[in-house]
T-cell receptor
Framework: GESVGLHLPTLSVQEGDNSIINCAYS??????FIWYKQESGKGPQFIID?????DKRQGQRVTVLLNKTVKHLSLQIAATQPGDSAVYFC??????????????FGKGTHLIIQP | NAGVTQTPKFQVLKTGQSMTLQCAQD?????MSWYRQDPGMGLRLIHY???????DQGEVPNGYNVSRSTTEDFPLRLLSAAPSQTSVYFC????????????FGEGSRLTVL
């Protein structure tokens, strides 16, 4: 079956540096992608999303890039702060609704911020 | 608004016991879902509902039942718990279609002995 995956399970960065978290997907029919942040002991929180008709989308300190040619998604966090420490999940939509139904999540990347 | 509220936060069961995980949302979202989260497995969809009276199976539905009698509530039932159901369970809701922003509860940690 097709699935969403991540290149690295753990990413360690210095405070103040930029972080880049990568995600590979294999379902060419996926048309909607989301990044979630999960802090220890809490539920995932929405960060940013992007549809397949876009290559880039920016939020506050975060940017998502989508490369449909190589089926690759990345999340860039600018000027990483201690509060960014969390597990980050990418998710793709493979359902017919084009919305939240049928989301498939990757296994997550643990972002660790070094002081 | 309280958002998505799950109860209980922690539960220990013996094999064969039954229980219900409660989920309520006060955002008037049409869509609600249940996920389980296991180490190294990410989040896997158990069941979901696109509105009151409508439910459907996700990726891992076996051993779980759901119902959606109201827009606000979406309980998850384990009829005969098994050790393989030891996991952290998350309830989530969103507006139907359009934005896929899922709002998650804080999770319910279930241990089956």
């Amino acid at each position: 079956g097709e699935s969403v995956g991540l290149h690295l399970p753990t990413l360690s960065v210095q405070e103040g540096d930029n972080s880049i978290i990568n995600c590979a997907y294999s379902n060419s029919a996926s048309d909607y992608f989301i990044w979630y942040k999960q802090e220890s002991g809490k539920g995932p929180q929405f960060i940013i999303d992007i549809r397949s008709n876009m290559d880039k989308r920016q939020g506050q300190r975060v940017t998502v890039l989508l490369n449909k040619t190589v089926k690759h998604l990345s999340l860039q966090i600018a000027a990483t702060q201690p509060g960014d420490s969390a597990v980050y999940f990418c998710a793709e939509n493979i359902g017919p609704g084009g919305g939240a139904d049928g989301l498939t999540f990757g296994k997550g990347t643990h972002l660790i911020i070094q002081p | 608004n309280a958002g998505v509220t799950q109860t209980p936060k922690f539960q220990v069961l013996k094999t064969g016991q039954s229980m219900t995980l409660q989920c309520a949302q006060d955002m008037n979202h049409e869509y609600m879902s249940w996920y389980r989260q296991d180490p190294g497995m990410g989040l896997r969809l158990i069941h979901y509902s696109v509105g009151a009276g409508i439910t459907d199976q996700g990726e891992v539905p076996n051993g779980y039942n759901v119902s959606r009698s109201t827009t606000e509530d979406f309980p998850l039932r384990l009829l005969s718990a098994a050790p393989s159901q030891t996991s952290v369970y998350f309830c989530a809701s969103s507006y139907s279609g359009g934005s896929g922003e899922l709002f998650f509860g804080e999770g319910s940690r279930l241990t089956v002995l």
